[in-house]
């Protein structure tokens, strides 16, 4: 990380482990609450229990993390010394945690400059890396943030959910799209567009909707130079197979990541999501 410009995100966007550290990305933890237990999101602890609260019917609802711990985040990396500072967060469609930093930016002891990338999940996470890279490089606050919103708009995620319920009931879409894909009994294809869930298409079963999947996915990467993350909610195999066959079907892939989403995006979607994220180089 440049000595100069610090690079902060939040758990949703499902960096690993390795690369924030080699990096030095700070990623703060948003909260998912199941009754009365407050968890982290990203945690294997926070996956977990979130499947099986689902599973169950159990409440669950997320909460951003406070301005004040923006705040601390954002004074800590000043005595470390940072001279400014990049915040990348997920859309501010989904959650109050862009609006959070927002308010402990005013605060901080170093420019702050607040990026509300309008993705999520690994979308978010690719933004952050290249945020973190044109920092590396030597280059300015501006020109990371430049980096940053350059590849937020290259990007593409798409993703299918096994029922639209989840997504009505956090009101992360409209009500009588949900009704239509129960009422006509179709596999949801849906896509970020402008930081909001939107529906794509409607596929007839689950199978071909994940084959329209790759088939979307393959095209959007083209042939060239692209990485790719491959999303899951409680579904490993679906994913697995899916991130084989992009492997093999995409020429210019640079790198894949292979993981399950946190408690707070799983909240909203439910089991069975699988998510594909397209980010050309």
Do not use: N, W
């Amino acid at each position: 990380m440049s000595a100069h410009v610090a690079i902060v995100t939040d758990s949703t966007a499902y960096l690993p482990q390795p690369t924030l550290v080699r990096h030095g990305i700070t990623s703060v933890p948003l909260t998912v609450v199941l009754g009365d237990r407050a968890l982290e999101d990203g945690t294997e602890t926070s996956a977990r229990a979130l499947a099986l609260a689902l599973q169950k019917h159990r409440p669950v609802t997320t909460s951003r993390p406070s301005p004040e711990v923006f705040a601390a985040t954002y004074r800590k990396a000043a005595e470390a010394g940072a001279t400014g500072i990049i915040s990348l967060h997920l859309s501010a469609e989904f959650s109050g945690t862009y609006d959070a930093a927002v308010l402990a930016a005013r605060e901080s002891p170093v420019p702050v400059r607040v990026v509300d990338t309008g993705m999520v999940a690994m979308a978010l996470g690719f933004c952050a890396v290249s945020a973190a890279e044109a920092a590396e490089a030597g280059g300015t606050l501006d020109d990371a943030v430049a980096a940053a919103e350059k590849r937020a708009a290259d990007t593409s995620a798409y993703f299918y959910v096994d029922t639209l319920d989840y997504l009505r009931r956090g009101g992360r879409i409209g009500a009588a799209q949900a009704l239509l894909g129960s009422a006509l009994a179709v596999k949801p294809l849906l896509e970020l567009d402008g930081g909001r869930i939107e529906l794509r298409e409607k596929v007839r079963t689950a199978s071909k909707a994940i084959a329209r999947l790759e088939e979307i996915v393959a095209e959007r990467a083209g042939s060239g130079q692209v990485d790719i993350a491959v999303h899951h909610l409680a579904a490993p195999g679906r994913a697995a197979a899916l991130a084989d066959r992009l492997r093999a079907r995409v020429p210019g892939l640079v790198e894949l990541h292979l993981s399950e989403v946190g408690a707070v995006i799983g909240a909203h979607t439910g089991p069975g999501l699988l998510g594909a994220v397209v980010s050309p180089r």
